[in-house]
C-alpha cells in the first residue's frame, strides 16, 4: 500500500469506511478517477478543501492528495491531464488556492505554477540528562469532549502565521477519527500514538500530539492556548523528560522555528525535507505565490498533510 502506512488492503479500506463517516469529509473530500474512452483508469487521486489563511486572505483550499498512475501507464502524461483538468475546474469554483504534499521533488509540480512552501525536518537525540519536568504540568488523555479546546488553541497558536489551515470543530473530528482509525490497525504493539490535553493547576493550557515507537519520540504537534512559544516549548520540554524515562532516547519533528530555538538542550539537526514538501499556488491574481514562498514562518504541521 502507498499511502497505507503499511496496512492490508482490507484494513485500509475499513480505515476509510470509518473516515469517510466523518461529516468533514462528506463536506469536503471526495476521491476521483481519470478515465480513457473506454472507462480505464488510467489515473486517480483525492481533492481535500480545508479552510485556509493566506496572509490576510481567508477561504476555501483545494489540495490534491494521493495522485496515483497505475505502473503499466505511467510516463504517457496521464497524472499531468489530471492535474490540469482539476486545476481548470477549481479555477471555476473560486477556490483561494490549491496545495499538495509531493514526496517527488518540487520540479514536477513546479510546471504546474506551484512554489514550494519552507519544509524542514528536525532530528537528534535527546539530553543525556533531560530537563526536569515541569511538575505543574499535567498531561492527560485527550478525549472527543477537547477537541474544542484543541481547536481553540490551536486557532490561537497558528494566529500570526501567513500560511495556516483554519480547523473547525468538524475538522478536529475528522482528525482525531482519522488519527484513532489508522492507529488501531497498526499491528506493531510498541507503537503508541498520544493525544494529550494539558493542564497546570486544573487549567487546560494546551494539546501535544505525538507517536511513540522503535527508539524514537515523534513529535507531531503542539498548541497552546495563549499562543506563545514559550509555553509550547515547555510542553515539549516536559513530554520530552516522559520520554526519555520510558527509554526513547531518538527524536523526530517539524516544530516551527520559534518553539525549537526554545529547546537550548537539545542536539538539532536540521534540513529539507525530500518528502511531503508542501506546494501552494493562488487561484486569484493578488495572491503572490512567490511572497508566499518567501515566507520564513508559513509552517504546516504534520496534522495538514491530506
Known amino acids: ?27 469536503y473530500a471526495r476521491f476521483y478517477v481519470w478515465r480513457d474512452s473506454g472507462g480505464r483508469v488510467l489515473s486517480s487521486m483525492k481533492i481535500y478543501r480545508p479552510q485556509i489563511r493566506l ?10 492528495g494521493a495522485i496515483y498512475t497505475p505502473r503499466s501507464r505511467r510516463c504517457r502524461g496521464h497524472a499531468a491531464d489530471m492535474v490540469l483538468a482539476s486545476l481548470d475546474e477549481i479555477q471555476n469554483r473560486a477556490d483561494l488556492a490549491v496545495m499538495l504534499f509531493s514526496d517527488i521533488g518540487t520540479r514536477y509540480y513546479s510546471k504546474f505554477g506551484f512554489g514550494a512552501l519552507p ?57 482525531w477519527i482519522r488519527s484513532r482509525s489508522f492507529f488501531s490497525r497498526v499491528k506493531d504493539p510498541s507503537i503508541k500514538h498520544n493525544w494529550h490535553a494539558v493542564y497546570r493547576e486544573g487549567e487546560f493550557i494546551g494539546y501535544l500530539i505525538t507517536v511513540e515507537g522503535r527508539g524514537e519520540w515523534n513529535v507531531r504537534e503542539v498548541g497552546s492556548i495563549d499562543g506563545d512559544p514559550a509555553t509550547m516549548a515547555r510542553i515539549v520540554v516536559h513530554a520530552a523528560s516522559m520520554a526519555y524515562r520510558s527509554g526513547l532516547r531518538r527524536f523526530y519533528t517539524w516544530l516551527p522555528g520559534e518553539i525549537l530555538d526554545r529547546l537550548t538542550e537539545w542536539t538539532i539537526r536540521s534540513r529539507p525535507r525530500k518528502r511531503a514538501v508542501p506546494m501552494l499556488q493562488g487561484c486569484e491574481s493578488t495572491i503572490d505565490t512567490l511572497e508566499l514562498e518567501r515566507q520564513d514562518k508559513a509552517y504546516i504541521p504534520f496534522q495538514d498533510q491530506f
Open 119 to 175: 519544509a524542514v525536518e528536525d532530528t537528534g537525540r535527546l539530553p543525556v540528562r533531560p530537563v526536569a519536568a515541569d511538575s505543574g504540568l499535567e498531561f492527560r488523555p485527550a478525549r472527543a469532549l477537547d477537541l474544542e479546546r484543541f481547536q481553540e488553541a490551536h486557532a490561537i497558536s497558528s494566529a500570526d502565521r501567513p500560511v495556516a489551515i483554519l480547523r473547525d470543530l468538524e475538522h478536529w473530528e475528522f482528525l
Open 1 to 27: 500500500m502507498l499511502w497505507g502506512g503499511g496496512l492490508s488492503l482490507a484494513a485500509y479500506r475499513q480505515l476509510w469506511d470509518e473516515v469517510s463517516r466523518s461529516s468533514w469529509v462528506r463536506k
Open 55 to 64: 496572509m490576510d486572505r481567508e477561504g476555501r483550499c483545494s489540495v490534491l
